[in-house]
C-alpha cells in the first residue's frame, strides 16, 4: 500500500518568507537578491523590514507568489546557507 503524502499548501499559493540577520546596510537586498533568483520579480509592497529593540538585528519579510514546495526548499536552503542569515521562518 503507497502512503499518500499530503501537502500542506495548494499551489500556488502567497507565501511570507522572514529572514533574521545582523543589521547591515545591505541586509535587506541580499534577501531580495536571493529571493528574486527562486521566485523572479517581487511585486511592489512585497518587502517590509524590522529593526530589532537594540539595533542589532534585522527581520526582512517578503510576500511571495511560492509555485511549488521544490521552489520553497531551494529558496530555504540557500537563505539559510548564507552566512549574514541567522534565521529564515
Not at 61 to 73: G, K, P
Request: charge should be negative.
Amino acid at each position: 500500500m503507497t502512503e499518500k503524502k499530503e501537502e500542506l499548501f495548494n499551489f500556488p499559493c502567497d507565501f511570507p518568507i522572514k529572514v533574521m540577520g545582523k543589521s547591515s546596510p545591505d541586509f535587506d537586498r541580499l534577501v531580495v537578491e536571493i529571493i528574486r533568483r527562486h521566485c523572479g520579480d517581487i511585486t511592489e509592497g512585497a518587502v517590509s523590514s524590522r529593526t530589532s529593540k537594540g539595533g542589532n538585528y534585522l527581520s526582512v519579510t517578503v510576500n511571495i507568489q511560492a509555485q511549488s514546495r521544490e521552489q520553497l526548499d531551494n529558496l530555504y536552503q540557500e537563505l539559510s546557507g548564507h552566512e549574514q542569515v541567522t534565521m529564515v521562518l
